[in-house]
C-alpha cells in the first residue's frame, strides 16, 4: 500500500460520504462521553435507544449525579456491562462536577483520567466533540486497516499510530468515521461484501468475494 493508492482510498470515501457522522446520538460534549462509554462492547443502536430515555431526565453532569448509580442502572440495564458502566458514569459525573465546573475536559490527559474512559473513548470525544484530529481504532477499523493493506498493525495502537503517520492531514479528522461506517456496511467481519465496495480495486485483501 502505497501513498497514491492510499489517497485514492480515502478520496473515494470523502466523495461517496463528505460529511460522516458518528451514529451515536448526542446534543452536547457529555451526552457524547456518556453514550461512548456506554458503547464499549455495545452496538451504537442499543446504546441509543437507552440515551433516548435517560438524556430528557438526565443530560448533565449535576442531574446525572442525582440519578446515582441504582438510577442510572434503570435506564442502561439494556447495556452489556451495566453495572460497571453505571459506577464509572457516576464516579466521572463527580469529577466533572468538582474540578471542571460540569464541563467536559478537551484534553487527551483529562479525558483518560475519567473512570470508563481509556484512550479509545478519548479519542472519539476528542475527534467528535473538539475536533481535533484523533483516530479511535475499534474493531472494525482494526479490521477494515489490516485486511485492506491501509495500515497493518498486531495491535490497535499500532494501527492507531500508523493512521495518524501515513494519512495526509485533509483526511485525519473524517478518517475514523469513513472506516468505521465502512467495515459496519460493506467490509463486514464474516464475508466482506466485495461487490459493492467502492475501493475494490484499491484494496489489498486476496481473499475478495464477489457479492
Known amino acids: 500500500m502505497n501513498r497514491d493508492r492510499r489517497i485514492e482510498i480515502f478520496e473515494r470515501l470523502k466523495n461517496a460520504n463528505p460529511n460522516p457522522q458518528t451514529e451515536l446520538k448526542y446534543t452536547s460534549p457529555f ?23 435517560l438524556y430528557p431526565v438526565a443530560n448533565t453532569p449535576a442531574s446525572m449525579l442525582k440519578l446515582g448509580v441504582d438510577g442510572l442502572k434503570n435506564y442502561i440495564r439494556t447495556i452489556g456491562l451495566f453495572n460497571t458502566k453505571a459506577e464509572n458514569i457516576i464516579k466521572t459525573c463527580g469529577i466533572l462536577v468538582q474540578q ?44 477494515v486497516c ?19 503517520r501515513l494519512l495526509p492531514e485533509q483526511y485525519k479528522q473524517d478518517a475514523h468515521h469513513w472506516l468505521i461506517l465502512h467495515g459496519r ?23 475478495k468475494t464477489e457479492t
Do not use: W
Open 100 to 143: 471542571y465546573g460540569g464541563q467536559v475536559p478537551s484534553t487527551r490527559a483529562e479525558l483518560e483520567a475519567l473512570p470508563g474512559v481509556g484512550r479509545k473513548t478519548a479519542n472519539v470525544v476528542l475527534n467528535t466533540a473538539f475536533d481535533k484530529p484523533a483516530i479511535a481504532v475499534d474493531t472494525h477499523i482494526f479490521r
Open 31 to 53: 451526552e457524547l462521553l456518556i453514550s461512548v462509554i456506554l458503547s464499549a462492547q455495545a452496538t451504537d443502536v442499543s446504546v441509543n435507544k437507552a440515551t433516548a430515555k
Open 146 to 164: 489490516n485486511r485492506t493493506g491501509i495500515a497493518k498493525g498486531k495491535t490497535v495502537r499500532e494501527v492507531e499510530d500508523r493512521l495518524m
Open 185 to 207: 456496511y460493506t467490509c463486514i467481519a464474516r464475508k466482506p461484501r466485495c461487490g459493492s465496495c467502492i475501493i475494490y480495486d484499491l484494496c489489498e485483501y486476496r481473499a
